[in-house]
Structure formats: structure tokens, C-alpha cells
């Protein structure tokens, strides 16, 4: 699991690629927090890369967003491919964290 | 017969392929979910398989293979998992036994529906995920003189995913 970040414009931008399984979030989780929480800013964060997604990734995807949204910022997802969007549509996880469909829609969402 | 592997230290106990069918034994450790994963997957390498059948196959074997270790085994025991696959018209069938505590999945309270990120609840959701995406669902709780794959007592968990 590998994960890399950058700014777009006053946007966090967060990549993600490879499994969030057990064995990925082990990996990826006390990262993508830090890149994310103390920053503050609105993020995206895209998961084009991400091939698989199980409950674990769900967590810390929620976990880093109430942290964030503690500090009056939001975060929104894009690029979701078929097998992933199907599990975040299961999960309802889209009720609390918004699924764009591009990167662009996804910066207009925390604009 | 084929594909029999035999290590105590990592997540596989053994694979073997008989009569069509995939058979693992995996260890009590978290390497077994990524361990058994690629078995799986490699024995349904031949199947046309879409995007979201093949996702759906790997979250039933992750979340089941995960719960019952996290949850139903004591911590490094020689406890142990057997998993038989199934290629089936239209579907794939899992079995799952294990002598962990006893856990039916049916009976489990499906997780609070999302409110707000701020409420929002993190326990239940990998259950709630397999009940959701397979087709059927059948919990027994096997005592000592009723079978098993090899142990008893032991909860058999069988699942079914439309491919």
C-alpha cells in the first residue's frame, strides 16, 4: 500500500494505491492522518489506485474524516473504480463521506 | 490432489485442490487472510470473473478470515481455519469452520445506519458487508458426535457470492 500527497491550490490532495485490507491499512493508516488531521485543510483524496477495499479501509477513512471535520474541513473521495464503489455504495459510506466521480467534481464538493 | 503446501509459520497450514474443490487450513495469525487470499484467487483464476464479483469474493474471504481470528480465537493458540471453495454455476460457495468461540453472523445487530460523520459507529461494518453482498448465508454451531471438517465442537459459516 503506498501513498503519496500534494496541494492543490488550498486543497490537501491524498493518493492512494494498492489494498486497504488489514495488511494495507497496517500500513497506510498513521500516514494518511498524518497528512491529513493536523494540516486542516479541505482534501480530496483519490482512489483511482486502490484495488480493494474491506471494512478496515472504511474505518480509517471515517476516522480520519470525523478528525478533520473536528477542525471545520471535508473531505471527499473520487475515482472509485467498479469493485470499490461497489463496497462504499454496500457500506452506505457515501451518506458521511461524499464520492465524486472526478477530481474536478470532487474539488468543486469541497470548494 | 495438488497444491499441498505445508508451514506452520506463516498464515497457510495447507492448500489442496480435490475433486475441483479448494481446501485450506489456515493458521491463527492475520497473515492468513493474505495468505489464503491468493490461494483463492488462483483458484479462480479461471473463472470470467467482472470487477465487482472478484471484490465481493475477496471481501467475504477478508472480513470472515479477520473476524474470526481478531474475534473468536485466543490470542496464538493453535487454533486453526478450514476453508473449502466451491466453483458452482452462477456462483461461488465458501465454507467456513473454525472451533472458536461461538458466532452467528444472522443473529449479529447490523451496525446503525450513517447519520453524520460525527456519530457515525465503526464496529459491525465487515459482518454487515458480507451479509450484504452474498446471495445466501447458513450458520451451524456443529457439536463434538456431528462432523467437521476435522474438529469439533466448531461454528460451520457457509456463503455463497453470485459471480
Do not use: W
Not at chain 2, 469452520?97 to 459507529?121: M, V
Request: with cysteine; aromatic share 4%; hydrophobic share 45%.
Amino acid at each position: 500500500m503506498e501513498m503519496r500527497h500534494d496541494n492543490v491550490g488550498e486543497v490537501r490532495r491524498v493518493v492512494l494505491v494498492g489494498r486497504l485490507d488489514t495488511a494495507g491499512v497496517d500500513v497506510v493508516e498513521t500516514k494518511f492522518g498524518a497528512a491529513i488531521v493536523p494540516n486542516g485543510k479541505n482534501t480530496i483524496v483519490d482512489l483511482s489506485g486502490v484495488t480493494f477495499l474491506a471494512s478496515m479501509g472504511i474505518r480509517m477513512l471515517i476516522s480520519t474524516t470525523r478528525a478533520l471535520s473536528r477542525k471545520g474541513s471535508k473531505l471527499v473521495m473520487f475515482g472509485a473504480g467498479p469493485g470499490v464503489q461497489d463496497v462504499i455504495e454496500t457500506a452506505a459510506l457515501t451518506e458521511i463521506i461524499p464520492l465524486a466521480a472526478s477530481e474536478n467534481e470532487a474539488l468543486e464538493l469541497v470548494a | 490432489m495438488a497444491n499441498l503446501v505445508q508451514n506452520e509459520l506463516c498464515g497457510l497450514r495447507s492448500a489442496t485442490v480435490i475433486d475441483g474443490r479448494l481446501e485450506l487450513v489456515l493458521n491463527n495469525t492475520l497473515a492468513a487472510i493474505e495468505d489464503g487470499r491468493r490461494r483463492v484467487v488462483e483458484f479462480l483464476s479461471s473463472e470470467p470473473l467482472g470487477e465487482v464479483a472478484r471484490h465481493r469474493l475477496e471481501m467475504v474471504f477478508e472480513e470472515l478470515v479477520s473476524n474470526i481470528i481478531r474475534h473468536g480465537f485466543t490470542r496464538n493458540s493453535g487454533q486453526s481455519i478450514h476453508v473449502r471453495v466451491a466453483r458452482r454455476p452462477g456462483l461461488v460457495e465458501f465454507l467456513f469452520e473454525d472451533d472458536g468461540i461461538p458466532f452467528n453472523p444472522l443473529e449479529a445487530a447490523p451496525p446503525a445506519a450513517f447519520q453524520s460523520i460525527e456519530t457515525a459507529k465503526l464496529g459491525g461494518l465487515g459482518i454487515a458487508l458480507v451479509t450484504k453482498s452474498s446471495t445466501h448465508l447458513d450458520y451451524e454451531r456443529l457439536t463434538p458426535d456431528a462432523g467437521g471438517l476435522g474438529f469439533s465442537p466448531c461454528n460451520r459459516l457457509a456463503v455463497s457470492v453470485a459471480t
